[in-house]
């Protein structure tokens, strides 16, 4: 018996210095309800999880019930020289990503962002996604998808970590984080 297809839920961090960081989550989309009770449990408002709104102390608790589940992340980052080039960056980083997300990967969905920036992203990663297609794209809102959240937990702790050369967050995460890379 093989085991059912997964999903890769995609988010960013942009890091002051011209860092574009893109990080996958690759999960079961059945494990979104979990996820959603676990998460909302660690943050003191009716709002989702969003790293750069939360204290200290609930980031500390994000990671250790992130690093609980049953998941598997990825995290690169590419360099840009000028607010224009981002977008170039985010899609260097995205091919980056894709050439290492496990065959089993069947669907990906990103965080919605601006209609032509979504549909940039979605040009991007069919190109890269063969013929016929290894997976479906498509694009959520942060809000309504708990899985997202858990992306922009790792993406932003991880860019974070790489950026100020602080490895806790790596070794906290390291039974979920299969990657953490940066261009030089």
Not at 45 to 56: G, I, L, M, N
Not at 63 to 91: H, N, Q, T, W
Not at 113 to 129: F, I, M, W
Request: charge should be neutral.
């Amino acid at each position: 018996m093989t085991a059912p297809p997964l999903t890769g839920y995609i988010d960013e961090s942009i890091r002051a210095g011209g860092l574009y960081f893109v990080g996958i989550v690759i999960a079961d989309c059945l494990l979104s309800d979990e996820v959603q009770t676990r998460l909302r449990k660690l943050v003191p408002s009716t709002s989702p999880p969003h790293w750069y709104d939360e204290s200290a102390d609930v980031r500390q608790a994000l990671i250790s019930e992130v690093a609980r589940l049953d998941i598997m992340a990825l995290v690169y980052g590419c360099r840009f020289d000028r607010p224009k080039r981002k977008e170039a960056a985010r899609a260097r980083a995205l091919t980056w990503m894709v050439h290492n997300v496990p065959k089993d990967v069947r669907h990906l969905v990103l965080g919605q962002r601006e209609a032509s920036q979504d549909l940039h992203d979605r040009k991007v990663l069919r190109g890269l996604g063969g013929r016929p297609p290894r997976y479906t794209v498509t694009h959520a809102a942060m809000a309504k998808e708990p899985l997202l959240w858990v992306a922009d937990i790792v993406v932003s702790s991880v860019a974070g970590a790489l950026v100020s050369n602080d490895a806790s967050v790596l070794l906290r995460l390291e039974g979920v984080l299969a990657a953490a890379e940066c261009e030089p």
